[in-house]
């Protein structure tokens, strides 16, 4: 017998905001613009029904003066595939999910239902916010620069791209004014990201790329943006795999992790130190059956056969917050911190310790019975796990790992999935059609573009920020030492235990893939067969002065 909702309930915001589901980052960026123009806080929209594609074409046609050379089936088709981010498109069921996400106001014109993000536009708000580096005021600049928040006025900048230009023409008070108001019914829940460090590189990641703004056209810095954000969530999610389980078994979080490892971050080198970092082996190549396919086969392996104990921590902590309440609000044994309604995660994994060991068992006691009550007959796996006389909190959750484990496990390799933009532009991870088949760790050429775009600009000797050429092999080792991605070399554990003669000959080769990849994408020429003298040179030279020229 399935169990009830109360016993399988299983997210928690300490964790993460992200419901572990299918995400599309146009609807999740989407979601996120409502987050900055409420500071923080969802949006309530109510309007007459749902947006079909003929009213986005009708206000098109209403505009000759702008949209010239438009008629009904050249805007039909423009509309479709480059304005709206559209719900089984080409298929039976095509939907509207809303405006693609251009411009700050683009959630106004969403069809709720049609575009959920999963509370991915939340986490991405809170890592923001604990990162404190102003970034969340750069992206505001940035999406809402031509608004004016006390009137709603709109100024369209010279500039304008005619995507953009079309959403500004919709927020009109045509098809009546929508009436847009904060979700305060849904109030934020702020924990802080159980890394810190996830959250300060997202944060001058996005800060860098949206130095580019100027440089670059709107479309490409938006889908970038998707990317950027899409990659670091991943990161993050992998991260969590790793560090939780080893937090429930000591019973404790590393505090270094609450600072985000500042030390060893400003201490003038670029390792980033924390003992649960992401490390990768992705293929360059992207051929299915190489050596170096096998290896980013063997490296996804590795992070995948960690979920099942990531779903066993995770109930832990669930469990753990369920008892933290009964001991606030039925035992009046437990308060909060001043100044918030929860508790940490390191607050919660203090409650496996022995002095809450009597009210701890007594609370899984009874909640095992509840389980036990609910069914029939007990399954052979139940009561193979009662006969190990486990203490009840282990047995509850153990209990809840048969009934609920494999599902949660599948929900969690489809998140993950969509969040590495699984066989899409910008994938981290890869598969070949056809079920069975195996994943691999990628990196595409459009997430390389992003990773260079924000690794070549750099302080200058003034402070101010430009684009300077790097040796290559400089790159790679920022590659490792900041995000976790090995191309010329095994990572040091997490799967791997040392090169051996076979996967020389593969870094070899997914090296020289990589050198490709850079000239394919135009960031580098051949000057020199001498490995120390291979540079990659900067799309855009930005200067001192924040000008710009492409090269």
């Not at 790159?475 to 003669?501: E, K, S």
Request: charged share 25%; with cysteine; proline share 5%.
């Amino acid at each position: 017998m399935a169990l009830t909702s109360g016993h399988g309930s299983f997210d928690h915001p300490g964790l993460t905001h992200v419901d572990y589901k299918s995400l599309d980052m146009d609807r999740v960026l989407t979601a996120f613009l409502a987050r900055l123009w409420h500071r923080g806080l969802p949006s309530r929209l109510s309007r007459a029904g749902d947006l079909d594609l003929s009213v986005f074409v009708d206000r098109v046609l209403e505009h000759p003066e702008v949209f010239r050379g438009f008629d009904q089936e050249t805007t039909t088709r423009w509309t479709s595939t480059h304005l709206l981010d559209m719900v089984s498109r080409g298929r039976a069921g095509e939907a509207v999910a809303g405006t693609r996400p251009l411009h700050g106001l683009a959630y106004r014109f969403r069809n709720s239902r049609k575009s959920r993000p999963y509370g991915a536009d939340e986490q991405l708000y809170e890592m923001l916010t604990f990162a404190d580096t102003g970034a969340l005021q750069e992206l505001v600049g940035f999406f809402f620069s031509d608004v004016d928040r006390a009137t709603g006025q709109i100024t369209a900048g010279p500039d304008t791209d005619v995507e953009t230009q079309a959403l500004l023409h919709l927020v009109t008070k045509a098809y009546g004014e929508v009436e847009d108001r904060a979700d305060e019914s849904k109030p934020r829940k702020p924990h802080p990201p159980l890394c810190k460090e996830s959250a300060l590189l997202l944060a001058e990641d996005v800060m860098k790329l949206l130095y580019h703004r100027r440089h670059m056209p709107r479309t490409v810095l938006v889908d970038y943006l998707k990317v950027l954000f899409a990659f670091h969530l991943a990161i993050y999610h992998l991260r969590l795999i790793k560090l939780l389980p080893k937090a429930v078994v000591t019973g404790s979080m590393d505090p270094t992790c609450a600072e985000g490892h500042l030390q060893a971050r400003n201490g003038g080198g670029t390792a980033y130190l924390c003992p649960n970092r992401v490390q990768l082996f992705v293929d360059v190549e992207g051929t299915p059956d190489t050596a170096a396919a096998v290896l980013a086969e063997h490296s996804v392996e590795t992070w995948y056969r960690r979920i099942p104990a990531f779903v066993q921590a995770t109930y832990t902590v669930k469990k753990l917050d369920e008892f933290a309440e009964h001991l606030v609000h039925k035992r009046n044994k437990l308060s909060y911190q001043p100044g918030r309604s929860f508790f940490t995660v390191a607050e919660l994994l203090s409650l496996l310790g022995k002095s809450h060991k009597s009210a701890r068992d007594s609370f899984f006691d009874a909640k095992l019975n509840s389980v036990m009550d609910q069914q029939d007959e007990l399954p052979a796996e139940i009561r193979q796990i009662v006969d190990l006389k486990l203490d009840p909190l282990t047995e509850y959750v153990e209990t809840l790992m048969y009934f609920k484990g494999h599902s949660r496990r599948g929900y969690i390799v489809e998140c993950l999935d969509s969040l590495m933009l699984k066989n899409r532009p910008g994938a981290l991870v890869a598969q070949p059609r056809g079920s069975g088949e195996r994943r691999r760790f990628v990196l595409d050429a459009r997430l390389l573009e992003v990773l260079l775009q924000v690794s070549l600009l750099r302080p200058g000797p003034d402070g101010n920020w430009r684009t300077d050429p790097m040796r290559v092999d400089d790159f790679l080792a920022l590659l490792r030492n900041r995000y976790g991605l090995h191309i010329d070399r095994l990572p040091a554990g997490d799967g791997f235990a040392g090169a051996q003669l076979d996967d020389q000959v593969a870094l070899r080769a997914n090296s020289a893939a990589f050198l490709q990849r850079l000239r394919e994408i135009g960031y580098y020429q051949d000057m020199s067969d001498a490995y120390l003298t291979q540079t990659i040179t900067p799309r855009y030279a930005i200067g001192h002065n924040g000008s710009a020229e492409l090269r």
